[in-house]
């Protein structure tokens, strides 16, 4: 028998840069492994309410008894933690493991904990992002979780795209307001994850009532063939409340418990 060759220190190098990413997908999938279930809420438009609608859905489930976390991947605008008013970052042990802030029950992880302020332009490209997602699945302890809630960045660019992607998400809930060019956007996205091969939850319309009446997000559904998940009303509420409208409002509490019920039979379905 021949004695095995012994490597060059190039193949050397090689070698261990193969295993150093072996070890950070393991790592990765470890991570996802612990997770049932990953819904992204998305737009293409800004300003719909995806960071409101994900917060209290989190807050909802979270409510109803299931262990939640939301991880806040809008890059550009990373609104979570001022919506949920934590400013504290995640700690960070000796093993270089972060552990998740908890508000109202919810586990929370945002790029803007890594932000120097909170005003700050954060400019990422597809690889800056794909790397940094990657960093927070093996760095953070989420524990065992039901549901992560993902806030996806709007657009049907490389950011949301990147983000799609890399978490492998298990469905989404798309966020319309009754206007036509908000509908009209909502379609683009419902039309891109569908392009990717990935699940839509359903289409949830937000800001319903008032000037712009309402109607546009079930008739996007319909359109779709989709699902609609429910309507949340426009309120003062939303604005500048100290804690999720949900917690705040036993009116907004049910249009969320009856979104929380159908997202939570599609997610069971959808693995
Ligand atoms: N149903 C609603 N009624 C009243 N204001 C709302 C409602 N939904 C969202 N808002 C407000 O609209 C603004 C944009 O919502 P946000 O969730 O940040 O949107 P996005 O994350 O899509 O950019 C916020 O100031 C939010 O408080
Ligand atoms: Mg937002």
Redesign the pocket.
């Known amino acids: 028998m021949t004695s095995p060759r012994k490597l060059s220190p190039q193949e050397e190098a090689r070698l261990a840069q193969v295993r150093k990413q072996f070890q950070e997908r393991k790592a990765i999938s470890d991570q996802l492994g612990r997770i049932k279930n990953r819904i992204g809420v998305y ?1 293409g ?10 917060v209290n859905l989190a807050v909802m489930l979270a409510q109803e008894g299931a262990n939640v976390a939301i991880f806040d991947c ?1 890059i550009d ?1 990373p ?1 979570v933690t001022r ?1 949920l008013r934590i400013s504290e970052s995640p700690r960070h042990d000796d093993e270089g493991r972060f552990h998740p802030s908890s508000r109202f029950g919810v586990k929370v992880m945002s790029m803007s904990f890594f932000q120097e302020k909170e005003d700050e332009a954060i400019i990422w490209r597809g690889p800056m992002i794909h790397n940094a997602i990657n960093q927070f699945l093996q760095m953070t302890e989420w524990g065992d979780l039901d549901y992560m809630i993902v ?1 996806l960045p ?1 657009g049907t660019s490389d950011a949301p795209l990147t983000v799609m992607q890399t978490l492998n998400l298990d469905g989404f809930v798309v ?1 319309t307001t009754p206007q036509e060019l908000a509908a009209l956007d909502a379609k683009r996205s419902i039309n891109m994850i569908k392009k990717m091969n990935l699940n839509v939850f359903g289409v949830v319309e ?3 009532g008032g000037i712009f009446g309402t109607g546009a997000g079930e008739e996007l559904a319909d359109e779709m063939s989709l699902p609609f998940l429910g309507k ?8 500048d409340p100290q804690q999720p409208a949900v917690l705040e409002s036993g009116e907004v509490a049910d249009e969320f418990s009856e979104i929380a019920l159908k997202v939570r039979q599609l997610a069971q379905s959808a693995v």
């Open positions: 737009s438009k800004g300003g719909v309410g995806k960071t409101t609608v994900a809008d605008c609104n919506v806030d709007p966020v937000n800001m319903s949340v009303t426009m309120r003062e509420v939303y604005v």
